[in-house]
T-cell receptor, first 110, second 117 residues
C-alpha cells in the first residue's frame, strides 16, 4: 500500500531556530510535494521535487530517492511560519491520486 | 488574481438535505479536484476532472456527485447529506494531472467547512 508518514506530528520552536520536518514514503514516486496550511486558511504549494534540493527564501526541501525520504527545512524560523506542513507523494501509475501525509503542526514562539 | 475560489466557505446542513459546493478557477487549468480533510487524516480525493465535461471517481466518492460543465468550474454535490460528510472540503486545480506523468503544481482554494447535524 502506498503510504506517506510524517514526523514529528507536532513541533514547537523558538524564533530563530532551524527546523526540520521529515517525510517517508514507499517506492515508485514520480514527485514529492510539500504544502503549507495556515490555521483556518487554505493550502499553498511550497515545493514539488523529484530529486535533489530546492530552495525558496528560508525554506529548503530535499529528497533522497534511495532512502525514500524527504525533508523540509526552515532556517531562522519566525512566528509567521507557524502552520501545518503537509507532504504528498505522487505515486507513478496512480493517476490523480496523490497520497497525503497527516501533516506536521509547527508553532514558532517569540 | 483570484486563483481558486470556493463557495460557500461555511455551511450547516441537516441530515438528508442537499447542497452544492462551487469551485471556480481563473488559471485555465485542465485538471480540477475535490478533496476532503478530516482530523488525523491526510487529504483524501473525492472526485476529479481531467477537462471540461469529464469527471472521475477518487478515493472516497460515495455520497457525492460532481459536474464540470465549464472548464473554469467544478461543482461538488451532496444529494442527501449525512453526519459522516461533516468535513472541510478543498478544491484544487493543476495544469497537469496530479498523480500521473509530469505532475504539476496544485493550487488550492481556501476550503469550505461543512457541518451535517
Amino acid at each position: 500500500k502506498n503510504e506517506v508518514e510524517q514526523s514529528p506530528q507536532n513541533l514547537t520552536a523558538q524564533e530563530g531556530e532551524f527546523i526540520t520536518i521529515n517525510c517517508s514514503y514507499s517506492v515508485g514516486i514520480s514527485a514529492l510535494h510539500w504544502l503549507q496550511q495556515h490555521p483556518g486558511g487554505g493550502i499553498v504549494s511550497l515545493f514539488m521535487l523529484s530529486s535533489g534540493k530546492k530552495k525558496h527564501g528560508r525554506l529548503i526541501a530535499t529528497i533522497n530517492i534511495q532512502e525514500k525520504h524527504s525533508s523540509l527545512h526552515i532556517t531562522a524560523s519566525h512566528p509567521r511560519d507557524s502552520a501545518v506542513y503537509i507532504c504528498a507523494a505522487d505515486y507513478t501509475g496512480t493517476a490523480s491520486k496523490l497520497t497525503f501525509g497527516t501533516g506536521t503542526r509547527l508553532q514558532v514562539t517569540l | 488574481n483570484a486563483g481558486v475560489t470556493q463557495t460557500p466557505k461555511f455551511r450547516v446542513l441537516k441530515t438528508g438535505q442537499s447542497m452544492t459546493l462551487l469551485c471556480a478557477q481563473d488559471m485555465n487549468h485542465e485538471y480540477m479536484y475535490w478533496y476532503r480533510q478530516d482530523p488525523g487524516m491526510g487529504l483524501r480525493l473525492i472526485h476529479y476532472s481531467v477537462g471540461e465535461g469529464t469527471t472521475a471517481k477518487g478515493e472516497v466518492p460515495d455520497g457525492y456527485n460532481v459536474s464540470r460543465l465549464k472548464k473554469q468550474n467544478f461543482l461538488l454535490g451532496l444529494e442527501s447529506a449525512a453526519p459522516s460528510q461533516t468535513s472541510v472540503y478543498f478544491c484544487a486545480s493543476s495544469a497537469k494531472l496530479a498523480g500521473g506523468p509530469g505532475t504539476g503544481e496544485l493550487f488550492f482554494g481556501e476550503g469550505s467547512r461543512l457541518t451535517v447535524l
